[in-house]
């Protein structure tokens, strides 16, 4: 039976040290692969219309006001979330970096090809498929242990600083992000609400798939 991880699990592509700068080629790869599935996922997520991830739902909103694209905005979010690391005295690694670079631009490539469905039915189906690559997604980039997202080291440079509970600091976070992209005109309904019951145990099973296929053996 296949249980939700309780941690990230090491495998045999993860990077010994998250701040390494020349990974092995097979970290890589996973890297690339998890952040391209996850961005898909998202992208999945917006075509479905029905309502988007919190940070999508701002990332949405500041594209209406400024005008540029879903995929840009991710991007100049993913920076000026960057921004906040400054005082947290958190420090990016490789994978930090190309979080903000390659999930904005697969949510910028892979939209225009992603069909709208035309029933609530077709949509929340879509939203459900859309949140199994971002849990699938996570679980790759995650385990290649190339240094967190943006966001990720947000929440526990704030958690760190505040000594807060990090669910507490997490669901403060999502909460003030996806409120703060609603006003601006962020798509907020039904798909939003499923994405944040399913996307916390989809993550962590997808998790220990990746853990028991990538099991370091003891020998």
């Known amino acids: 039976m296949l249980r939700p991880a309780k941690k990230v699990p090491m495998t045999w592509w993860s990077a010994a040290d998250a701040m390494t700068l020349r990974p092995k080629i097979s970290t890589l790869v996973i890297l690339i692969a998890g952040l391209w599935i996850f961005g898909t996922g998202d ?58 670079i390659l999930i904005a631009a697969a949510i910028e490539y892979m939209l ?24 699938i997604g996570s679980g790759l980039y995650l385990t290649a242990n190339l240094g967190p997202g943006p966001r990720d080291g947000t929440m526990t440079g704030l958690q760190r600083i505040t000594g807060f509970p990090i669910g507490r600091v997490r669901g403060g976070i999502e909460i003030t992000v996806l409120l703060i992209g609603w006003a601006l005109g962020g798509t907020f309904w039904i798909g939003t609400f499923i994405f944040a019951f399913l996307i916390g145990p989809v993550v962590a099973i997808c998790l220990n798939l990746a853990g028991r296929l990538g099991e370091v053996s003891d020998d």
Do not use: C, D
Request: no cysteine.
């Open 112 to 135: 225009p090809y992603l069909p709208t469905p035309v029933t609530l039915t077709g949509g929340i189906v879509q939203v459900v498929i859309g949140v199994i690559l971002v849990g």
């Open 43 to 100: 992208a999945v997520l917006i075509a479905a219309g029905i309502g988007n991830a919190p940070w999508t739902v701002l990332a949405e909103g500041i594209s209406l006001k400024i005008g540029w694209s879903i995929g840009q905005t991710t991007f100049l979010v993913s920076v000026l979330v960057l921004g906040f690391w400054i005082p947290l005295r958190e420090k990016p690694g490789l994978g930090t970096i190309l979080n903000a």
